[in-house]
C-alpha cells in the first residue's frame, strides 16, 4: 500500500465552480500536511500547510485535514481558468521524509 | 532572492555516460532535497540533506546515482552511467527547516534529462 492516495483525475470543472482534491494516507504519525500547486513544464510550489487536524483559508483556498479518517482535502472556491494545474498532496511526521501524491490534473474552462 | 536555481535546465546524453546535475539552494535554507519525477512514478524523494550532511538516501535507485553538497550553497547529483531508464524530470528544493519540520518547499525549476 503507497504513504499517500490521490486520484490522478483529469479532472475538468467549469469557471466558478468550487473544486475538491482529496487524499488519503496511511501512516498516522504524518502531521504536517501541503498542497503544492505544479503548472506544466515548471517545479511545485507551495499553495498551503496544515499542521495536525482542522482546517486553514486562504483567499479562495481551504485546506482540511481529518486526521481520525486519515484524509485531506484542498477546496477552491470560484475556480479560475489559471487554477488550471497539477495539485500534489504532501505529507510528513516530525522532521520525517516527505511523501507525495501522486497528483491530481485540473483543468478549469473558461 | 532568486529562488533555487538549476542547471542544466534540459540534458540529453547517450546511455553510458556521466551526467551531472547541479543545485543552488535559497540561502540560509538548512535543508535540501533531490527529487525525481515520470509519468509512472510521480515525484519520488532520491536524498535530503540537513546542513551539507546526507541524512536519508533510501529513495537512490541504485549505486550509478550519488549526490554530495559540499557547502551551503551547492549540490550535486550524478549519474554514472546512465541508462535510459533514468529519464526523468529531476528537482531540487530547499527548505529552512523551522519548526523541526521540512515542510514550506521550494522547487527549482528542474532539470529535465533524457538518455538515449
Known amino acids: 500500500q503507497k504513504e499517500v492516495e490521490q486520484d490522478p483525475g483529469p479532472l475538468s470543472v467549469p469557471e466558478g465552480a468550487i473544486v475538491s482534491l482529496n487524499c488519503t494516507y496511511s501512516n498516522s504519525a504524518f502531521q504536517y500536511f501541503m498542497w503544492y500547486r505544479q503548472y506544466s513544464r515548471k517545479g511545485p510550489e507551495l499553495l498551503m500547510y496544515?499542521?495536525?487536524?482542522g482546517n486553514k483559508e486562504d483567499g479562495r483556498f481551504t485546506a482540511q485535514v481529518d486526521k481520525s479518517s486519515k484524509y485531506i482535502s484542498l477546496f477552491i472556491r470560484d475556480s479560475q481558468p489559471s487554477d488550471s494545474a497539477t495539485y500534489l498532496c504532501a505529507m510528513s511526521s516530525w522532521g520525517g521524509k516527505f511523501y507525495f501524491g501522486s497528483g491530481t490534473k485540473l483543468n478549469v474552462k473558461p | 532572492d532568486a529562488g533555487v536555481i538549476q542547471s542544466p535546465r534540459h540534458e540529453v546524453t547517450e546511455m553510458g555516460q556521466e551526467v551531472t546535475l547541479r543545485c543552488k539552494p535559497i540561502?540560509?535554507?538548512?535543508?535540501l532535497f533531490w527529487y525525481r519525477q515520470t509519468m509512472m512514478r510521480g515525484l519520488e524523494l532520491l536524498i535530503y540533506?540537513?546542513?551539507?550532511?546526507?541524512?536519508?538516501d533510501s529513495g537512490m535507485p541504485e549505486d550509478r546515482f550519488s549526490a554530495k553538497m559540499p557547502n551551503a550553497s551547492f549540490s550535486t547529483l550524478k549519474i554514472q552511467p546512465s541508462e535510459p531508464r533514468d529519464s526523468a524530470v529531476y528537482f531540487c528544493?530547499?527548505?529552512?527547516?523551522?519548526?523541526?519540520?521540512?515542510?514550506?518547499?521550494?522547487f527549482g525549476p528542474g532539470t529535465r534529462l533524457t538518455v538515449t
Open positions: 528544493a530547499s527548505s529552512p527547516g523551522t519548526s523541526g519540520g521540512q515542510y514550506e518547499q521550494y
Open positions: 540533506f540537513n546542513n551539507n550532511v546526507p541524512i536519508d
Open positions: 496544515t499542521y495536525s487536524s
Open positions: 540561502s540560509g535554507h538548512d535543508y
